[in-house]
């Protein structure tokens, strides 16, 4: 093996996020279309854009073919595919359909390949919600209806924050979207960031917390990545963080004026900033440095 393939074959790319459901077009046969797309999680560049289109993936399946078999063979194909256009192989698969979850497993397991059971897919979803758009209704057997990602049929009900996990305050804070699409140039532990939406306007404020901890700032921020943080959201007088497929985290309890006035910001973020949130974690007020940060989006369920 030369010098440059083994380099190569070393090489981890970006993470990959995966869904493989059905589709909104009958076959001929009467059956559902199912299909598997993939697209890579896009890297951050120094203005907050996307540094490339990134891998892109997608797949037919009939619908009595519906197996991790066939998926396995599919990731094999796309590890392929990935390999013939350059990009180095991911180490993750992201999924966020809870019932797919233990499927993919199993076509995962042997190919080198971590599920990462998350809703941090935002790429994939706004591929779908593009599909859903501009792809599907052109196909013959199109139904109209909800894709991309489908709603909760029982939400869980929040559940407060493990004490070794909480800070020792919290802050409201907000950033205009041009601050925030330097994100990637910041001195930061851990951090998760996402592309800034092209439609967002620089100058609308992005709604966000801080969160302090002197002691277990760089603890509290590990712990939090591990959650992968979706989108925060005001329920009632709760200030709730949606994280991994389903998980829902009870921060605090507002006042109501206050619950109210933080319901407009992530109203207006979401027309004005893409949905664009933040969460940011450091030792103190006073720190330059974030131990943890993260750029979050609430999107739509269906």
């Given amino acids: 093996m030369t010098a440059a393939r083994s380099a190569k074959a070393q090489a981890i790319g970006p993470d990959w996020?995966?869904?493989?459901?059905?589709?909104?077009?009958l076959e001929?046969?009467?059956?559902?279309?199912?299909?598997?797309?993939?697209?890579?999680?896009?890297?951050?560049?120094?203005?907050?854009?996307?540094?490339q289109e990134g891998f892109r993936w997608a797949k037919a399946c009939p619908a009595g073919s519906v197996n991790s078999l066939w998926l396995r063979e599919s990731?094999?194909?796309?590890?392929?595919?990935?390999d013939a256009e350059g990009y180095a192989p991911p180490r993750r698969l992201r999924c966020w359909r809870a019932?797919?979850?233990?499927m993919v497993q199993r076509a995962a397991e042997g190919l080198g390949l971590e599920l990462i059971p998350s809703r941090r897919t935002y790429a994939l979803v706004g591929w779908l919600q593009q599909r859903e758009r501009d792809v599907y209704p052109l196909e013959e057997g199109y139904m109209a209806g909800p894709l991309a990602p489908p709603p909760q049929a029982v939400r869980p009900v929040p559940v407060p924050l493990p004490e070794a996990a909480r800070g020792d305050s919290w802050a409201w804070a907000s950033l205009p979207v041009a601050a925030?699409?330097?994100?990637?140039?910041?001195?930061?532990?851990?951090?998760?960031l996402v592309p800034v939406p092209a439609v967002a306007d620089p100058e609308a404020s992005v709604p966000g917390l801080?969160?302090?901890?002197?002691?277990?700032?760089?603890?509290?921020?590990?712990?939090?990545?591990g959650l992968e943080p979706v989108r925060l959201e005001i329920v009632g007088p709760q200030l709730?963080?949606?994280?991994?497929?389903?998980?829902?985290?009870?921060?605090?309890?507002?006042?109501?004026e206050e619950a109210e006035a933080a319901l407009e910001a992530f109203r207006a973020a979401r027309e004005r900033a893409g949905g664009l949130q933040f969460i940011a974690v450091q030792s103190r007020q006073s720190d330059q440095r974030f131990e943890g940060f993260w750029l979050l989006r609430d999107l739509p369920d269906g």
């Fill in 17 to 25: 996020e995966l869904d493989y459901y059905s589709r909104p077009i």
């Fill in 210 to 225: 801080r969160l302090f901890s002197a002691s277990r700032a760089l603890a509290l921020a590990g712990w939090l990545a």
């Fill in 75 to 82: 990731l094999e194909e796309a590890l392929a595919a990935a």
């Fill in 180 to 192: 925030l699409a330097g994100a990637s140039g910041w001195e930061t532990g851990f951090s998760g």
């Fill in 99 to 102: 019932s797919m979850r233990t």
């Fill in 28 to 51: 001929p046969d009467g059956k559902k279309r199912w299909e598997l797309l993939i697209c890579s999680t896009p890297a951050v560049g120094e203005d907050g854009s996307s540094q």
């Fill in 240 to 256: 709730v963080l949606e994280a991994g497929l389903e998980d829902r985290w009870l921060l605090a309890t507002l006042p109501e």
